[in-house]
């Protein structure tokens, strides 16, 4: 069976204080035994890289809260100004890595390939991917979404292997959905879920029914719990929601 996951992504958001004070908040709630179970959810917190360390440093041992950044380079190491390779995000205590968010493929330019690049350099150093797919409001309206989506996976298999997808989580976020109020229907997000196991699955039956598959996008508390319900949605890729720790602990516990 699997596991259930919750991860916030900040995103480019608040100050230090701001951060400490976030965690301070979701961990008391945790402690309280308001963020659900947490052998039945694992929570994922990924807040800009800067703050990793210090967000590392306020969680209690046996908390079972992962800490996660939102992007990596490719590359290990050399002349490559300002960017972040995955040894650095473990060297601080990462365990995952947000690749291939809509922000970054639309913002950053980040192609399938260089994505894959990515997931593979993760994979190989031992940092779980967390690998976000998802199509914009015009693929969906053209009825090409698992066109999209698959080509997306395509790419990471073609270069990594199927094996890869047992060494990642995907997230499936509908680009139309995140940050903008409008959430997938359950029956929309389960339908893409289904046909991402199922594309996983075909390639590699064992690998396809263990992966992780995490809807995203304006995911609350309000709707989480009709969407986790879904047999393919195994938790949430948070944004906007996941800057409240009250809001993020009742949406873990929706999954938990
Ligand atoms: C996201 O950016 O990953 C996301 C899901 O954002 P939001 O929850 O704000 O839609």
Redesign the pocket.
């Known amino acids: 069976m699997r596991k259930a996951m919750v991860a916030g ?1 900040w ?1 480019m958001n608040g100050s230090s204080k701001e951060a400490l004070s976030l965690v301070r908040g979701f961990v008391e709630l945790q402690q309280a035994g308001d963020a659900g179970d947490s052998n039945k959810v694992g929570v994922v917190l990924c807040p800009s890289e800067l703050y990793i360390p210090q967000v590392k440093s306020l969680l209690p041992e046996g908390s079972g809260i992962a800490v996660g950044a939102q992007n990596a380079s490719d590359k290990l190491s050399g002349a490559h100004t300002g960017e972040v390779s995955v040894e650095m995000l473990l060297d601080v205590g990462c365990e995952y890595v947000i690749l291939g ?1 809509s ?1 970054r493929r639309a913002l950053y330019a980040e192609s399938d390939a260089v994505v894959a690049a990515k997931v593979r350099q993760a994979i190989e150093s031992g940092i779980t991917p967390i690998l ?1 797919v998802g199509e914009s409001q015009q693929e969906r309206e053209a009825g090409v979404t698992m066109g999209v989506v698959e080509r997306q996976l395509a790419a990471i298999a073609d270069l990594c292997g199927i094996e890869a997808f047992g060494k990642s989580v995907v ?1 499936y ?1 509908p680009v139309w ?4 109020g409008l959430t997938a229907t359950p029956e929309q997000a389960q339908a893409v879920h289904a046909g991402i196991r199922s594309w996983v699955s075909s390639r590699d039956a064992v690998v396809g029914q263990g992966l992780q598959i995490l809807y ?4 609350k508390a309000s709707n989480a719990e009709s969407l986790f319900a879904c047999e393919d949605i195994d938790g949430g ?5 996941s800057l409240d720790a009250g809001e993020f602990a009742a949406i873990c516990r929706a999954a938990g």
Do not use: F, R
């Open positions: 992504n995103k968010h922000e976000c997230a976020e959905a995140i940050g903008t995203g996008g304006s995911v890729l948070i944004g906007g929601a």
